[in-house]
């Protein structure tokens, strides 16, 4: 159980272009999904907390023209980099909270790795 | 803000001895502390987790304490095998479910 998906693994793509990254939690419903960004041997930053059927929290210093989020269901979660630039480049996560669990255990997608050009 | 501090930053052990992870928290309101291992290029995963009342808690070879007073927990690795060499993230949760990851610890198991 507790099972989280995240598509694509891996995607390059040109400067300013956009691109779609999706996050789905399989076996659990989610109210709460969390993305995240990783630099090359660094921990974990917090991006934006994405509710289901509301807007999402941007932590300080997120653009959130840049990083589109989209909650649209308890089981999907998808962040957009919108006139994606060579600094976007990174590895992306999600993570999901179960809804039924009263801690914020949370559980991490495999990452998306971008590229851009 | 909040922040959560991990030391050591690399942790390097002969295999078999122990492992010994510290953190160090600021948010008082904080009642979950999560353990991560991530391998690389893959997710993190947990690998134990400790909730604010509660003072220890082992799963076979790993252990994890909290100290509220202190504001301290702390990963316990034993007999440690070369298959445990990952990073390993400390995190603190409050109950508005905003979690702060430690800058984690690159542990080497040398056989």
């Given at each position: 159980?507790?099972?989280?998906?995240?598509?694509?693994?891996?995607?390059?793509?040109?400067?300013?272009?956009?691109?779609?990254?999706?996050?789905?939690?399989?076996?659990?419903?989610?109210?709460?999904?969390?993305?995240y960004r990783q630099f090359p041997?660094q921990?974990?930053m917090?991006m934006?907390?994405?509710?289901?059927?509301?807007?999402?929290?941007?932590?300080?210093?997120?653009?959130?023209?840049?990083?589109?989020?989209?909650?649209?269901?308890?089981?999907?979660?998808?962040?957009?980099v919108?006139?994606?630039?060579p600094e976007d480049s990174s590895f992306y996560i999600?993570?999901?909270?179960?809804?039924?669990?009263?801690?914020?255990?949370?559980?991490?997608?495999?990452g998306t790795r971008l590229t851009v050009? | 803000?909040?922040?959560?501090?991990?030391?050591?930053?690399?942790?390097?052990?002969?295999?078999?001895?122990?492992?010994?992870?510290?953190?160090?928290?600021?948010?008082?309101?904080?009642?979950?502390?999560?353990?991560?291992?991530?391998?690389?290029?893959?997710?993190?995963?947990?690998?134990?987790?400790?909730?604010?009342?509660?003072?220890?808690?082992?799963?076979?070879?790993?252990?994890?304490?909290?100290?509220?007073?202190?504001?301290?927990?702390?990963?316990?690795?034993?007999?440690?095998?070369?298959?445990?060499?990952?990073?390993?993230?400390?995190?603190?949760?409050?109950?508005?479910?905003?979690?702060?990851?430690?800058?984690?610890?690159?542990?080497?198991?040398?056989?």
């Amino acid at each position: 159980g507790a099972v989280v998906s995240q598509h694509p693994s891996r995607v390059i793509c040109k400067s300013g272009t956009s691109v779609k990254i999706e996050c789905r939690s399989l076996d659990f419903q989610a109210t709460t999904m969390f993305w995240y960004r990783q630099f090359p041997k660094q921990s974990l930053m917090l991006m934006a907390t994405s509710n289901e059927g509301s807007k999402a929290t941007y932590e300080q210093g997120v653009e959130k023209d840049k990083f589109l989020i989209n909650h649209a269901s308890l089981t999907l979660s998808t962040l957009t980099v919108t006139s994606a630039h060579p600094e976007d480049s990174s590895f992306y996560i999600c993570s999901a909270r179960d809804r039924r669990r009263v801690y914020n255990e949370q559980f991490f997608g495999p990452g998306t790795r971008l590229t851009v050009l | 803000g909040e922040n959560v501090e991990q030391h050591p930053s690399t942790l390097s052990v002969q295999e078999g001895d122990s492992a010994v992870i510290k953190c160090t928290y600021s948010d008082s309101a904080s009642n979950y502390f999560p353990w991560y291992k991530q391998e690389l290029g893959k997710r993190p995963q947990l690998i134990i987790d400790i909730r604010s009342n509660v003072g220890e808690k082992k799963d076979q070879r790993i252990a994890v304490t909290l100290n509220k007073t202190a504001k301290h927990f702390s990963l316990h690795i034993t007999e440690t095998q070369p298959e445990d060499s990952a990073v390993y993230f400390c995190a603190a949760s409050t109950g508005g479910f905003k979690t702060i990851f430690g800058a984690g610890t690159r542990l080497f198991v040398k056989a």
